[in-house]
Nanobody, 123 residues
Framework: VQLQASGGGLVQAGGSLRLSCAAS????????MGWFPQAPGKEREFVAA????????YYADSVKGRFTISRDNAKNTVYLQMNSLKPEDTAVYYC?????????????????WGQGTLVTVSS
């Protein structure tokens, strides 16, 4: 299983980015997906998750109203639309594929991880 994250970059505070994560190697539509940023010197944390068909999503309080997770099962891709970005959103963003079809915030319930894409928000 391979997950390829892309879309990161440098943006000013208040700006937007859309991250993508393309999956291959197993039936994408069978599994929930999540996004986990890791800032320098900090642990990887949960920000957003989506179930197998996009019917259920869940967000960390810090990104509610600013970030939107979505998926296109026909393209085997999950997205993270990030608006109103803040300097504290700066991190390497990892996408992950879960053990099951549902939503989970626990990184231990994800068995495949992408390589990460760097998001830098300047003030």
């Amino acid at each position: 299983v391979q997950l390829q994250a892309s879309g990161g970059g440098l943006v000013q505070a208040g700006g937007s980015l859309r991250l993508s994560c393309a999956a291959s190697g197993r039936t994408f539509s069978n599994y929930g997906m999540g996004w986990f940023p890791q800032a320098p010197g900090k642990e990887r944390e949960f920000v957003a998750a989506i179930d197998w068909n996009g019917g259920t999503t869940y967000y960390a309080d810090s990104v509610k109203g600013r970030f939107t997770i979505s998926r296109d099962n026909a393209k085997n891709t999950v997205y993270l639309q990030m608006n109103s970005l803040k300097p504290e959103d700066t991190a390497v963003y990892y996408c992950a594929s879960g053990f099951t079809h549902g939503v989970t915030v626990n990184p231990g319930r994800y068995d495949y991880w992408g390589q990460g894409t760097l998001v830098t928000v300047s003030s």
